[in-house]
């Protein structure tokens, strides 16, 4: 008995245990269609992207410093330039893949001037790139649609070269995508985030000085960091036009940049789970919340005030520096 | 040219929104050094206390703009006193993050309180009527709104530089530490400016009732073109922020008339060169 709990007690911080959580996780996203009903595929691929959307604020935020009010206007970049694509018979994976590029040359672009700056101003660029962005899709009708959006973006097919063509227009059929487009997508950034230059960003949230006298060139590797968010951005985008098959210029509004900022906040931004955790929590909530009361903002913000006040590790910071002692402080106990 | 001076006039009367707005934001900025993005409801609630003893206490214009300011004065003092106040240690991502969550928290207070009704716009019988300039009439009350902007910089700029808590203000504006050691309680100042910053929102809330139509969204609006105006005047200017809401007001109201295609999209035009050019803004460096 003393050897189990020990066992239990040692592998609960251990590598090999993390991967039995996250392959039981992905066993269940991949069996869940077998068992639920559309609705909550639709959910669950919504969680996906606010999922890689918080990943993209959570880049910036939590690992490099800084925050940023223009994501919304990178996953607009996706959206609409994947919409575009696909309203022109082309079939999913371009889409996909020219969303993701726009939104990737969009934050080149105005990476190079957001990265200059820092925490205020950087906040304030920002902000006032994604209402650029967003000012453009409300007015350049004849491109975007105006007001109306794009409407009718089919859910094209996922073919390559006659190898092969995956039909997508049921829910099941895409949600397959989503979730695997989503996991692939932060298995990449996993491994950037613990390749060298992931240590870069956080060298850079942490001293940038230090960075600097390192001789590693802050801003160049900002930008790089800007870029991998906008990606991230706009491949949550990409995959929202043929989901949603209407992309409305609300899409590119910076309050859509804070949906993100909060589930990271809720998950934990200094942790690579917190932006799955904080998303997944974040529906959960509001789809509770909802159900009870039409105060859902008012609850919302209460939990934000409470988080920014006291936990501002959210929900993996407290699981790691609350509950994970004391549980095992608790086995030890029982042992 | 009689469209274009009679467009400039409407735009210097939104430009006094404006500058009503930013002052605020540019004292708790400049004195506290928090960004606050709850003041645009701050505004809003402004605008709803107003209304509300306008309308429906019956109470006279002038004094419903005082009821208006102390109502919001309170939300202020609260603000400051129980929250902010913990949080000015914190990096900046975590003060622009609680201050939105108050955007919230705020919106749906007035939806709770207020329902989701817009507050309709009633002049009061003082201020009906219209003046003609170059040849039409120009509304009163626009007047008013300009001669009133005026009157709060002036009045600003009295307090600020003229008298004895302008000037503990600015000594802790601009060195918080050494202002301390001299023996300026600064948590308290803190609060006082906080405070008055809600109030300068107030009156801009309270002035706006009569010709703008407010709903619970108002808050979330209201800021963002107060962002672009004190990026554009220099963050903490309050010359900078004046200066900016003439700029941007003006610009805006003739975008409306030349080319209203692009006016959102040349205000934040205007904001990014300004903040890429000269981040610090026109008046940015100098209090």
């Given amino acids: 008995m003393t050897w189990l709990t020990n066992t239990l007690v040692l592998s609960i ?43 993209s604020v959570n880049l910036l935020l939590g690992y490099t410093g800084l925050l940023s009010f223009g994501q919304a206007g990178f996953y607009a970049c996706g959206a609409y330039a994947c919409g575009k694509v696909l309203l022109a018979g ?49 007015k350049w009708v004849n491109f975007t649609g105006g007001d109306d959006g794009l409407i009718g973006i089919p859910r094209a097919a996922l073919n390559f070269f006659y190898i092969f063509n995956i039909k997508m227009d049921t829910i099941p059929a895409y949600y397959y995508f989503v979730i695997a487009a989503t996991l692939i997508a932060i298995y990449i950034l996993y491994r950037i985030l613990n390749s060298p230059l992931g240590l870069i960003f956080q060298g850079i949230r942490d001293s940038e000085t230090r960075v600097s006298f390192v001789g590693i060139s802050v801003r160049k590797s900002r930008l790089i960091c800007f ?36 589930a990271t906040l809720l998950g934990g931004m200094y942790n690579f789970s917190g932006p799955i955790v904080g998303s997944v929590i974040y529906f959960l909530l509001k789809d509770i919340i909802v159900r009870f009361t039409m105060n859902w903002m008012l609850i919302l913000g209460i939990i934000i005030i409470i988080l920014v006040l006291t936990f501002r590790g959210g929900v993996m910071g407290a699981f790691r520096a609350y509950l994970l002692p004391w549980l095992k402080s608790r086995l030890r106990q029982g042992a | 040219m009689d469209n274009f001076i009679f467009q400039a006039l409407n735009g210097l009367s939104s430009a006094m929104f404006l500058w009503l707005v930013a002052a605020g934001l540019t004292v708790a900025f400049g004195v506290c050094g928090i960004l606050n993005i709850a003041h645009g ?48 240690a ?39 009527g ?59 100042l803190f609060t006082a400016a906080f405070v008055f910053a809600a109030l300068l929102a107030a009156i801009g809330g309270a002035l706006s009732t009569p010709i703008r139509v407010c709903d619970s969204g108002v808050g979330g609006a209201v800021i963002i073109p107060a962002f672009v105006v004190t990026v554009i005047g220099g963050l903490g200017s309050l010359k900078g922020a004046f200066v900016g809401a003439l700029i941007i007001g003006v610009i805006s109201s003739l975008c409306t008339l030349y080319i209203p ?6 205000l934040y ?3 990014a060169v300004v903040l890429i050019i000269r981040p610090q803004g026109l008046f940015g460096g100098e209090r």
């Fill in chain 1, 13 to 55: 911080n251990s590598h090999r245990f993390k991967l039995v959580w996250l392959g039981a996780f992905i066993i269940f996203l991949f069996i869940l269609p077998l068992f639920s009903g559309d609705y909550l595929l639709y959910m669950v691929m919504q969680m996906a992207i606010l999922c890689l959307l918080s990943y």
């Fill in chain 1, 90 to 138: 082309a079939s999913l994976l371009p889409g996909i893949v020219i969303g993701v590029a726009v939104a990737a040359i969009a934050a080149i672009i105005l990476g190079f001037f957001c990265v200059r700056h820092t925490a205020i101003y950087f906040a304030m660029l920002t902000l006032a790139f994604g209402m650029m962005i967003f000012s453009l899709t409300q």
């Fill in chain 2, 269 to 271: 035009l205007i904001m």
């Fill in chain 1, 227 to 262: 870029t991998i968010a906008g990606m991230y951005a706009g491949l949550g985008g990409a995959l929202l036009a043929p989901l949603e098959q209407t992309i409305t210029p609300s899409a590119s509004h910076w309050i859509n940049s804070t949906d993100p900022i909060i």
């Fill in chain 2, 41 to 88: 409801s701050l505004y809003m609630m402004g605008a709803y206390f107003a209304f509300t003893s306008f309308q429906i206490l019956g109470l006279n214009f002038w004094l419903s703009i005082v009821f208006a300011l102390i109502g919001v004065g309170i939300i202020g003092f609260l603000m400051e006193r129980f929250f902010l106040r913990r949080i000015y």
């Fill in chain 2, 130 to 188: 219209t003046i003609p300039i170059v040849g039409r009439p120009f509304p009163i009350y626009n007047l008013f709104i300009i001669g009133a902007g005026i009157g709060v910089a002036v009045g600003l700029w009295l307090i600020m530089e003229r008298t004895w808590w302008g000037k503990k203000l600015r000594a802790a504006a601009s060195e918080r530490e050494m202002a301390n050691a001299i023996g300026i309680n600064i948590p308290a």
């Fill in chain 2, 90 to 128: 914190q990096p900046i991502e975590f003060q622009l993050i609680l201050t939105f969550a108050f955007i919230l928290v705020f919106d749906n207070l007035t939806k709770m309180i207020w329902g989701t009704m817009l507050i309709i716009p009633t002049m009061p019988s003082l201020f009906q």
């Fill in chain 2, 261 to 266: 295609f692009i006016e959102l999209f040349i």
